[in-house]
């Protein structure tokens, strides 16, 4: 990067970091991810700088929003017929292209708006950041 | 603009951007056809709007090529262009060939239009991607060899660049390779290993160099980072790009009759492929990086990186995802095929000729490097509306895909195609609806033109 952006914003590292962390839970490692995304959250819940609280809060609601997607998925694969039915594709690919991706984009954006040092609220599943 | 000829770019432009909505207009036409059989059924049937559909697309982006060429070759070569008169004349030849050819598909049946276009003297019709009457491709092969002319004396009149000269190698490859689109034996075998001559080392060659040339141009003036620097990564694509391409072509002829060696040297050739649009990224991302001054029209910058980006993810992964013998034994001919076609038609070559018309329109619109702030915020957001559309389609196809691939194909019980397309109807409702999404971001970005600033610009 050039010059510019090299001097960062206070919490710009950790909020770098929460949006890293929560594409790798989707992407790479999920669960040991989270776990570490968590523990970055009560870390700096209270006092950490606004720009990181305000990442950790945005990535944090959407990990929790994931796992609450794929519950449905999992309920709504039982309901009609469990998992040999011949459904199950159908609601896995569905789930893949378009709540998965959509949760990789909002990702995606958040990383670059991290990587620019500005705070960014998640569209509809994110939560409010402070000033 | 530093030359009074480059101004021939303009109309060029606004007919590519013209069919381009079009294009996209039989998209959303076909994609309901896919959901809803009988839409708009007699008066468009689904093949004819097909052929609309794509070919619109083939021609939208030869008028931006050349309109690209108009506005590059001058400034490279430090002339005015050879004749800026010819070129007028061309854009006017071509538009109403063009348009002539699609009243044709639309108001008589395709095989009346054979008939009366003489097809049965030069038989040439009746291929995908290939269906224009004979006396239309005869007419493109005469505006392809004058516009080589004008802009080839051009150059040899003026500055040799070597992104002169990449552009000049890559729009005569086009128009060689075209001339195979005469060439229909009856043998279907030999028919079919032909036309990839032209559909492929067109797309996985020529038009490379044409990219590469465009991107490197307008990042040299994005940036101000030295021409030795972006020439050298330009050779490099290149090079890998038509070595690569060239026997790259073998993925098409695991099938359709040809020797059994095919199989492994398009598999190894074409799993290079992605190599020459993964430099692409690299070189875009890395020039922009190391910018040496802030360029005022960050829009073009946008286009530019998401044509780095997208290219590499259409063509190059999206490629790679189907391009291995075993793998193209399942996917060939399936929806995965029509998911790797859209992202890198746009990621390539959409984007690139948006690029070329984003960097150079406040030079020849308003005599300025930029369009007011309001104009370039809208045109990102276009960017972002069209770019995010086909990712999903994309996505959506890849799915429809799958499931096709593995209940008609790999299954124990094998289901018939129609009964598969039934099932996976879903995944066509959620493309159209996306399509949808992506026509408003093609608005958005014709609106852009006509946005007027709170600021007024100063004139460069
Ligand atoms: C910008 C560059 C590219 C464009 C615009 C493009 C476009 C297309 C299109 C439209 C088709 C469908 C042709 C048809 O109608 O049958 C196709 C087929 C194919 N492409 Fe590409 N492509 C590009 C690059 C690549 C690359 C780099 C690879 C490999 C790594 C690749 C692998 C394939 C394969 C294997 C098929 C055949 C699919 C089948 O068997 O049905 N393409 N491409
Ligand atoms: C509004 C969005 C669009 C919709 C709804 C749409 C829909 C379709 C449909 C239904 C087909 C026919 C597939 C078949 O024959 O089974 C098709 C083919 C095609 N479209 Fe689009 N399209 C859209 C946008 C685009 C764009 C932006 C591009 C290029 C950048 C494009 C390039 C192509 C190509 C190359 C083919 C031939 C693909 C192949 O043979 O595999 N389309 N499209
Ligand atoms: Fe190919």
Known sequence: MNGQTDTSVPGQTIAVAAEALYLANLLLLPGFSFALLLWLFFRHRRNGAPLARCHLRQTVAASLWAGVILVIVNVLILATGGYQSANVWMYVIIYFTVGHSSLILLGMVGLAKAMAGRAWRYPIIGMQCDE | ?460
């Open chain 2, 1 to 460: 603009m530093q030359f009074q000829s480059q101004a021939v770019a303009k109309p060029y432009f606004i007919a590519a951007i013209g069919l381009f909505i079009g294009q996209i207009l039989f998209g959303l036409i076909i994609g309901t056809q896919y959901v809803i059989g009988d839409f708009l059924f007699p008066e468009i049937p689904f093949n004819v709007a097909r052929m609309v559909h794509t070919n619109l697309l083939i021609v939208w982006l030869l008028f931006g090529f050349m309109g690209a060429a108009y506005y590059l070759v001058p400034e490279e070569a430090e002339r005015e262009l050879f004749s800026p008169k010819l070129a007028i004349a061309l854009f006017w030849i071509f538009l109403v060939a063009g348009a002539l050819t699609i009243v044709g598909y639309l108001a008589v049946p395709y095989a009346t239009l054979a008939a009366v276009t003489g097809n049965d003297l030069l038989p040439t019709m009746g291929r995908e991607f290939l269906e224009q009457p004979t006396i239309t491709k005869m007419g493109i092969v005469v505006v392809a060899l004058a516009f080589l002319f004008n802009i080839g004396m051009t150059i040899i009149a003026g500055r040799k660049t070597v992104i002169n000269i990449v552009l000049l190698t890559g729009l005569t490859g086009l128009a060689v390779l075209f001339l195979f689109s005469f060439y229909n034996p009856i043998n279907l075998v030999l028919d079919k290993m032909f036309w990839w001559w032209v559909v492929h080392l067109w797309v996985e060659g020529v038009w490379e160099l044409i990219m590469g040339a465009i991107l490197a141009f307008v990042l040299i003036r994005l940036t101000g980072v030295d021409r030795e620097v972006i020439e050298k990564w330009l050779y490099v694509i290149i090079a890998m790009a038509l070595i690569t391409g060239i026997i790259g072509t073998g993925h098409h002829y695991y099938w359709i009759g040809t020797p059994e060696y095919w199989q492994w040297w398009g598999s190894i050739f074409s799993a290079l492929e992605p190599i020459p649009f993964f430099m692409m990224t690299v070189f875009a991302f890395t020039m922009v990086n190391r910018r040496r001054k802030e360029h005022p029209n960050k829009a073009a910058t946008l286009w530019a990186l998401g044509t780095a980006v997208m290219a590499f993810l259409g063509a190059g992964v999206w490629g790679f995802l189907h391009t291995l013998a075993p793998v193209n034994f399942y996917t060939h001919g399936s929806q995965i095929t029509a998911a790797h076609g859209h992202m890198a038609f746009y990621g390539a070559y959409v984007l690139v000729v948006i690029t070329m018309i984003s960097y150079a329109w406040p030079h020849l619109q308003h005599n300025a490097p930029a369009s007011n702030g309001r104009a370039q915020l809208l045109e990102m957001w276009s960017f972002w509306l069209m770019t995010v559309s086909i990712v999903f389609i994309t996505l959506f196809l890849t799915g429809a895909g799958i499931l096709q691939v593995y209940l008609q194909r790999v299954s124990d019980t094998p289901l018939p195609f129609m009964v598969v397309q039934d099932k996976i109807a879903l995944f066509y409702w959620l493309r159209l609806w996306t399509g949808v999404i992506f026509f408003v971001g093609l608005c958005l970005y014709v609106y852009s033109f006509f946005a007027k600033g709170k600021e007024t610009l100063a004139s460069s």
